[in-house]
């Protein structure tokens, strides 16, 4: 092999196992790096598997073997950390259309909100200043809004009725809550302002849509799982 950095040459090796193609003269045996290819294939699917463990459990081992390997030729990683290594999974699968499996992709959706909210830290409790109305909420990047055609989050049988979920990580573990329409609308609203709300402007919104005592409750469930952060 030609003398090269190590980001080159660790570039160049991530590139080949992704391909499955090995670069001619660059590494010194082909049967070396087949057992590097292999362990690789074989932690790639295994990742997967974990994160979407009743995905896989619903198409069963060959199928989902086929998905993974067409996942991947699809979306090659561009990660380092093999974390991320489903996050367009979902996407993938509903492109596949499995007609015998309609909510495959609904439930692939929820498993990888429940695996991203594992590695969000603890919540916070909402600390509100003395003058609150002039301080900036936001959506905590680490909860996750869902609408699911199916009740992929109540388990078998999986029915077709429209759900709005939230995934979050409490105190008390990964939690899924089903929300109202009109409160999921709140919340993916205040989710798409990536700068955060005012508080006065995010409650003027809200009270457009419910009445008072009822958005004080959907407040207070809210904080209890920090899906409401202070902007900095």
């Given at each position: 092999?030609?003398?090269?950095?190590?980001?080159?040459?660790?570039?160049?090796?991530?590139?080949?196992?992704?391909?499955?193609?090995?670069?001619?003269?660059?590494?010194?045996?082909?049967?070396?790096?087949?057992?590097?290819?292999?362990?690789?294939?074989?932690?790639?699917?295994?990742?997967?598997?974990?994160?979407?463990?009743?995905?896989?459990?619903?198409?069963?081992?060959?199928t989902f073997v086929k998905l993974a390997l067409g996942y991947?030729?699809?979306?090659?990683?561009?990660?380092?950390?093999?974390?991320?290594?489903?996050?367009?999974?979902?996407?993938?699968?509903?492109?596949?259309?499995?007609?015998?499996?309609?909510?495959?992709?609904?439930?692939?959706?929820?498993?990888?909100?429940?695996?991203?909210?594992?590695?969000?830290?603890?919540?916070?409790?909402?600390?509100?200043?003395?003058?609150?109305?002039?301080?900036?909420?936001?959506?905590?990047?680490?909860?996750?809004?869902?609408?699911?055609?199916?009740?992929?989050?109540?388990?078998?049988?999986?029915?077709?009725?429209?759900?709005?979920?939230?995934?979050?990580?409490?105190?008390?573990?990964?939690?899924?809550?089903?929300?109202?329409?009109?409160?999921?609308?709140?919340?993916?609203?205040?989710?798409?302002?990536?700068?955060?709300?005012?508080?006065?402007?995010?409650?003027?919104?809200?009270?457009?849509?419910?009445?008072?005592?009822?958005?004080?409750?959907?407040?207070?469930?809210?904080?209890?799982?920090?899906?409401?952060?202070?902007?900095?």
């Amino acid at each position: 092999m030609k003398n090269t950095s190590l980001k080159t040459t660790q570039k160049t090796f991530f590139n080949s196992l992704e391909n499955g193609q090995l670069q001619r003269g660059f590494f010194t045996k082909n049967s070396r790096f087949e057992i590097y290819k292999n362990s690789y294939d074989f932690l790639y699917e295994r990742i997967l598997k974990i994160d979407f463990e009743k995905t896989a459990e619903a198409v069963g081992e060959k199928t989902f073997v086929k998905l993974a390997l067409g996942y991947r030729q699809k979306h090659q990683s561009r990660e380092w950390s093999l974390s991320l290594l489903g996050a367009e999974f979902a996407s993938f699968i509903r492109k596949q259309r499995i007609v015998r499996k309609p909510y495959l992709a609904d439930l692939a959706r929820w498993e990888w909100a429940n695996a991203m909210a594992l590695l969000a830290p603890d919540p916070k409790p909402l600390i509100i200043a003395d003058n609150p109305l002039k301080q900036r909420i936001c959506f905590s990047e680490h909860a996750h809004l869902i609408s699911s055609d199916w009740t992929v989050h109540l388990g078998k049988p999986y029915r077709y009725k429209k759900s709005f979920l939230i995934i979050a990580r409490t105190l008390d573990g990964i939690e899924t809550k089903p929300l109202k329409k009109i409160e999921f609308e709140c919340l993916y609203f205040l989710m798409q302002k990536k700068n955060g709300l005012k508080i006065s402007d995010f409650l003027g919104f809200a009270a457009k849509k419910t009445t008072p005592n009822t958005l004080q409750q959907w407040v207070r469930s809210w904080t209890a799982i920090g899906l409401l952060l202070i902007k900095p």
